[in-house]
């Protein structure tokens, strides 16, 4: 970079000391491959037809003019196809922008976040901006949740925000709705539930505790069963009186009007959504008894578009992934995971693809 040369040392000093100790964020493998497996995105694009629709209601919007600011439309839309009452509803510029909502509303320095690990690690980088404690609570051997020792922890250290991703990303792992509904009941603290492969879950959603508890906050995005991981659209549901406090630190305008108009239209059409879902839950058990039957690998069970595997040798069979244009994930930098890789469900022929590498790889 040619100016680089240029920055001061003591400049830099300005910096928060928490933002220089981090790293960016960063997609280990990058983001193009012939086979691309390393984001749980969904392999489907929308349909042209409903591509076009969405961009004809695009070419008719003033784009000289700021959209709403909290996007009315959209939410009134998408608080329809929930069944909940409007106010009810935030939406975002995906997932991640309401993520750093709810820090920005719950944490500071002094407080602090129970965090299961391994998580989504954008929770923890959140936490750790506003210097907040972050208590991690470590999932089993197997990569399961311990509900008992979640709750047992924020009874002794009093969190202000639990946050439970389920399925849980990278362990693919889910917790029952009774477990939920146990850490919300017993716990003082507010507990975001993401839920962003919960169309792939055979679990039921947390939606319904909003009824019953009043600290209950449910993520959802439109990246991953949706198909629009490019237009960047989360929703977080909330009571009102919670969600108008949650809704007060968000950026203003962070939606554009393209990711309104996608959501009503991809809504009203929600037959296509249908449709990729049960293409990827034929596949996904399809994918799970070929990667079974392979004895050198461990696979778990998925309650998401993803598998974690666990091979002998992560760093090796990731770069024999990827020099035959498969792209996994390498998550064995995770507590716990030290030998998996991560793999989203992709086409028939991506999957035959990706199955096909990975015996190769592993056969050595
Ligand atoms: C558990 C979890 N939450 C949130 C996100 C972010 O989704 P979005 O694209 O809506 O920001 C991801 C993305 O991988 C995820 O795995």
């Not at 960016?24 to 409903?50: C, F, I, M, R």
């Not at 972050?134 to 009874?155: G, P, S, Y």
């Not at 008894?289 to 392979?294: A, V, Y």
């Not at 992934?321 to 792209?327: F, I, T």
Request: with cysteine; glycine share 4%.
């Amino acid at each position: 970079m040619e100016n680089e040369k240029f920055v001061d040392q003591d400049f830099l000093e300005n910096i928060n000391p928490a933002v220089r100790e981090m790293s960016a964020y960063h997609v280990g493998g990058g983001q193009t491959a012939d086979v691309k497996l390393n984001q749980n995105e969904s392999p489907y694009d929308l349909p042209a037809w409903l591509k076009l629709e969405i961009l004809n209601e695009f070419y008719k919007e003033s784009w000289n003019r700021y959209p709403d600011v909290f996007p009315s439309q959209a939410i009134e839309r998408y608080a329809r196809f929930l069944g909940v009452p409007k106010e009810r509803v935030i939406m975002g510029n995906g997932s991640n922008e309401l993520i750093y909502a709810i820090g920005l509303a719950t944490l500071r320095r002094g407080a602090s976040a129970l965090i299961p690990s391994p998580s989504f690690s954008l929770y923890e980088k959140v936490a750790t901006l506003l210097e907040a404690d972050v208590i991690k609570v470590a999932m089993t051997a197997n990569l399961d949740f311990q509900v008992k020792e979640i709750i047992e922890e924020a009874e002794r250290s009093r969190p202000n925000l639990i946050v439970l991703s389920t399925a849980n990303n990278p362990t693919s792992k889910s917790l029952a709705i009774e477990d939920i509904e146990d850490i919300v009941a017993s716990a003082r603290a507010l507990v975001l539930v993401d839920e962003a492969y919960i169309e792939f879950s055979k679990q039921q959603s947390a939606l319904k505790l909003i009824e019953r508890y009043s600290n209950v906050m449910v993520l959802r995005t439109f990246s991953k069963a949706f198909g629009l991981a490019g237009l960047r659209i989360g929703f977080l549901i909330a009571n009102a009186q919670l969600a108008s406090e949650l809704l007060k630190p968000k950026i203003p305008f962070a939606t554009n009007r393209l990711a309104e108009i996608a959501t009503i239209k991809l809504l009203d059409n929600y037959h296509v959504v249908q449709n990729v879902v049960s293409s990827i839950l034929q596949e996904r058990e399809r994918l799970y008894g070929e990667l079974q039957s392979i004895k050198t690998i461990k696979t778990h069970e998925s309650d998401s578009n993803f598998f974690i595997i666990a091979v002998d040798n992560p760093t090796r069979v990731f770069a024999e992934l990827k020099a035959k244009g498969v792209l996994a994930r390498d998550v064995s930098g995770y507590p716990l995971m030290e030998k998996c890789l991560r793999v989203n469900v992709g086409t028939r022929e991506e999957n035959d693809r990706f199955l096909s590498a990975l015996k190769e790889a592993v056969s050595r």
